[in-house]
């Protein structure tokens, strides 16, 4: 079964800084991966989605790429500030004929210092 | 309201006790999920709607049971818990579409503590 490993480990980083956050997965390539930010205690919000077939998407200051062969993703955070501390999951689709259903990753706590 | 709206925020329950979780969606999507979330670990499905018909249930024991009355609200019925089940429940809700990729968007959460 498809498996997804985020650097368990809580990122620290300088305000100012770019922040990188890896999603790597073990199985099959999903038609997309999606990835959300989640604040303590609250539930996961939304960011960005990017498609098999894309490279690379943006928003602001984010950027996600996707590496089929790797079978990687990375999120970046350039120009970090300390209100995007929080913790980042990222999450993959099952093909249609194994339910369709979003896995999550356990998520990676980033830390950015003023 | 807005987006999608879940109480109780906070939960303290016996082991002995039946209580509900509600959960509304205020997006017209058409589907809506469960999910547990204990510390350090991934978010765990255990309920999906789609339709109101309910397409998934992950293995979850069944003193968690869930109802669908319409595509807007879903309920998580609880009854003797224990104390392992204490966690975070999220209700979340998307648009599903035939090969269409969805995001999915969150409620809250209810944070459930077993005694």
């Known amino acids: 079964s498809q498996k997804i490993e985020q650097n368990s480990e809580a990122l620290n980083i300088q305000e100012g800084k770019t922040a990188t956050l890896t999603c790597n997965y073990t199985n099959y390539s999903p038609a997309y991966l999606q990835w959300y930010r989640q604040d303590p205690g609250r539930g996961p919000v939304f960011l960005l989605l990017?498609?098999?077939?894309?490279k690379e998407k943006r928003k602001e200051r984010l950027k996600v790429t996707f590496d089929t062969t790797l079978k990687q993703s990375l999120f970046h955070i350039t120009a970090s500030q300390p209100a995007d501390s929080a913790t980042y999951l990222c999450?993959?689709?099952?093909?249609?004929?194994?339910?369709?259903?979003?896995?999550f990753g356990q998520g990676t706590e980033l830390s950015v210092k003023p | 309201e807005t987006g999608v709206t879940q109480t109780p925020r906070h939960l303290v329950m016996g082991m002995t006790n039946k209580k509900s979780l509600k959960c509304e969606q205020h997006l017209g999507h058409n589907a809506m999920y469960w999910y547990k979330q204990s510390a350090k670990k991934p978010l765990e499905l255990m309920f999906v709607y789609s339709l109101e018909e309910r397409v998934e249930n992950n293995s979850v024991p069944s003193r968690f049971s869930p109802e669908c009355p319409n595509s807007s609200h879903l309920f998580l019925h609880l009854h003797t818990l224990q104390p392992e089940d204490s966690a975070l429940y999220l209700c979340?809700?998307?648009?599903?579409?035939?090969?269409?990729?969805?995001?999915?968007?969150f409620g809250p959460g209810t944070r459930l503590t077993v005694t």
């Open positions: 979340a809700s998307s648009q599903e579409g035939a090969g269409l990729p969805y995001e999915q968007y």
């Open positions: 999450a993959l689709d099952e093909p249609y004929n194994q339910g369709g259903k979003l896995i």
């Open positions: 990017i498609r098999e077939n894309e």
